[in-house]
């Protein structure tokens, strides 16, 4: 990891000569890619219904409704990593990412068998989602502390 850095470290520093200007970059990637990988991998997660208080058939039951797929495209592969494949990926951890739409079919079918919910969104409805989730999350929050204030 610290070759790596120091490399990076390297190239900008010669792109722009001044290591203020080279840490300054470092940063502004990192708010970028940070807001990015939020995005990315929120759209998964936490868009979907699963509560503590139930108890899930298996461990792959849980699995698979805690995650949803972002449907398989050129552009969805590069912008996510291929972890628009979500559902593979946390059944098969350690597969390498680039070849979870691979073992989809298997895993669909699997599902179809069983009677479990696969699902696979657009990644505009995967960030709509989010937002949804989000203003929802907003409204309890802002319903507890109403309460909260009205009780003092």
């Known amino acids: 990891m610290v070759p790596m850095y120091a490399l990076h470290f390297y190239v900008t520093y010669t792109t722009f000569q001044s290591v203020l200007k080279c840490i300054g970059y470092f940063f502004v990637v990192r708010l970028f890619e940070s807001a990015w990988f939020t995005w990315v991998s929120q759209c998964n997660h936490i868009v979907m219904d699963i509560h503590d208080d139930v108890d899930y058939d298996s461990w792959l039951h849980l699995q698979i409704r805690a995650t949803c797929n972002i449907e398989k495209s050129l552009f969805n592969d590069w912008y996510t990593g291929h972890l628009n494949f979500q559902i593979e990926h946390h059944l098969f951890p350690t597969m390498p990412r ?7 079919p298997l895993v669909k079918s699997l599902c179809e068998k ?21 203003k929802k999350s907003g409204q309890l929050w802002q319903e507890a502390y109403d309460e909260l204030i009205t009780s003092m």
């Open 98 to 104: 680039h070849n979870l739409y691979k073992i989809q």
């Open 114 to 134: 069983h009677g479990v919910n696969y699902v696979i969104k657009p990644l505009w409805k995967a960030f709509y989602d989010i937002i949804l989730s989000l």
